[in-house]
């Protein structure tokens, strides 16, 4: 398997869409510009809209983000989030899609869900569920959990140990696996209005799980969906992360603000899938981005900066406090980061001032919350059409990623103007697509088919196909 090319030959860029079910997803503040609608995140209408505007872009996917609990590092309270509107209000992304599905004909969906927190026999029918009606355009973005304020509010003092998540999880995804691809043979359905049998039994299996954090002994109750299993995404960056996505993953999210962290977490991840026994090219990168685009530089620069008045600088230091894990609400916001006793947050302001280009300044306390405040921790491309694509054509070749998780700063226009701008010079260069290939989501990503391939892990518990 190698990486997807376009018409051309080139390498293709592919885009996702990097949203979430709320009002102030990475770009605190934004949602008080004259032209943001996030405040419509709680209707169906916004949702469908922007459905519309990614498949007219030929957009691969929209990847829905979601936390379990708020963002309460920050003073130790939610408070600060609250105000700050920072990822709470929040709502559940799987039911988002049915209606966005209905509305379109090829984007896929990415939802995120978590491993910690719901037994894996519900969950699974869940996703066979939406697998059926997207027509096979689902994709689960599996993750463990960060934040201790959703563990305590399901009952338990803190999270699990980091890398015992991910043993649990690993377990878990078994247990789905099992469930979607082990239980129902392809033709177990009849429908056969002559007999009166709907479903042979002889066909339904139990799949007899007895693992170390689940026991699940018997058949699943969905019938096959186009995938069986949704395309597989995970985000994790740790060592034990990238041995799950190794095993586990189809597609990886990664957020580093440089092309240098960039390319090597890309290495890091590639060495990992075939470590796993994979062909390292059978997992698609996206690395997160924000576009800032109009029609010429001038307009561009012009726009940014008009962003910049409507940052929160609280918002975007709820946020870090939340990602780091630090409070950052014990320091003065003029406070010079080099009196900051903290290396993470002295490793990540040196990150940022390289990103920036400005690697000589005495940054302060504020300067951190206000550099997140447009597009979050990743990189921000400021330009028109032609300077935005070949920025991201020069972030493909130089980082070996596949494509971009393109966060917006106001919301949908970010993404009609990527749509209008960005997309038509990517074509031209020849290094987007012009139109969706057929089939489900993993075929259009991989071209290889709607189920997953022999060599991965899940494929294990595959009954054996028609034909």
């Known amino acids: 398997m190698t990486y997807p090319r376009t018409e051309s030959g080139k390498r293709e860029i592919l ?144 999270q699990m140990e980091h890398d015992r998540r991910y043993d649990h999880a690993d377990e878990y995804l078994d247990v789905v696996y099992k469930l979607l691809e082990g239980s129902w043979e392809d ?118 900066e008009d962003l910049t008045r409507y940052i929160d600088a609280e918002g975007g230091l709820v946020l870090m406090s939340g990602w780091m894990g630090i409070d950052l609400s014990q320091f003065d916001l003029d406070q010079p980061i080099g009196d900051v006793k903290s290396n993470a947050i002295q490793s990540t302001v040196e990150t940022f001032q390289k990103a920036s280009g400005r690697e000589d300044e005495v940054w302060t306390v504020r300067q951190l919350a206000e550099w997140v405040g447009v597009g979050g921790f990743g990189p921000v491309i400021i330009g028109d059409g032609p300077t935005a694509a070949q920025q991201l054509i020069e972030w493909q070749e130089e980082t070996d990623v596949d494509g971009f998780n393109l966060a917006y700063h106001i919301t949908p226009g970010t993404f009609e103007d990527v749509v209008e701008h960005v997309v038509p010079e990517l074509q031209r260069l020849g290094r987007y697509k012009t139109e969706y290939a057929p089939g489900t989501l993993r075929n259009k990503l991989f071209g290889a088919g709607d189920h997953l391939p022999a060599e991965h892990h899940g494929a294990q518990f595959q009954l054996r196909r028609k034909g």
């Open 15 to 158: 885009f996702n869409a990097f949203d979430m079910n709320c009002v102030v997803h990475q770009s605190p503040g934004l949602w008080r510009h004259p032209e943001d609608r996030a405040r419509e995140y709680n209707t169906i209408g916004y949702w469908t809209e922007v459905a519309q505007i990614l498949e007219r872009g030929l957009f691969d996917g929209l990847f829905i983000a979601d936390v379990l609990g708020p963002y309460d590092v920050f003073g130790s309270n939610p408070e600060a989030a609250l105000r700050s509107g920072a990822q709470i209000p929040l709502q559940d992304p799987f039911l988002l899609v049915s209606a966005m599905a209905a509305v379109t004909k090829n984007l896929g969906f990415g939802i995120t869900a978590g491993t910690a927190y719901e037994h894996p026999y519900p969950f699974s029918r869940r996703l066979g569920t939406l697998d059926h009606l997207t027509g096979g355009r689902v994709g689960w973005n599996v993750v463990t959990g960060y934040l201790p304020s959703a563990a305590q509010n399901m009952g338990q003092d803190d």
């Open 187 to 304: 033709d177990a359905v009849l429908a056969d209005k002559a007999s009166g049998v709907f479903t042979d039994p002889t066909k339904v299996h139990r799949i007899e799980h007895h693992g170390e954090f689940f026991k699940t002994p018997g058949i699943g109750v969905v019938e096959p969906s186009p995938q069986r299993t949704p395309v597989i995404y995970q985000a994790g960056a740790s060592s034990r992360g990238r041995a799950f996505a190794g095993k586990h993953a189809e597609a990886v999210f990664i957020n580093p603000p440089t092309k240098e962290l960039a390319k090597a977490s890309v290495a890091k991840i590639r060495a990992s899938v075939a470590e796993a026994g994979r062909d390292p090219y059978s997992v698609r990168i996206f690395a997160m981005q924000t576009i800032v685009t109009g029609e010429d530089n001038a307009a561009a620069q012009a726009k940014y």
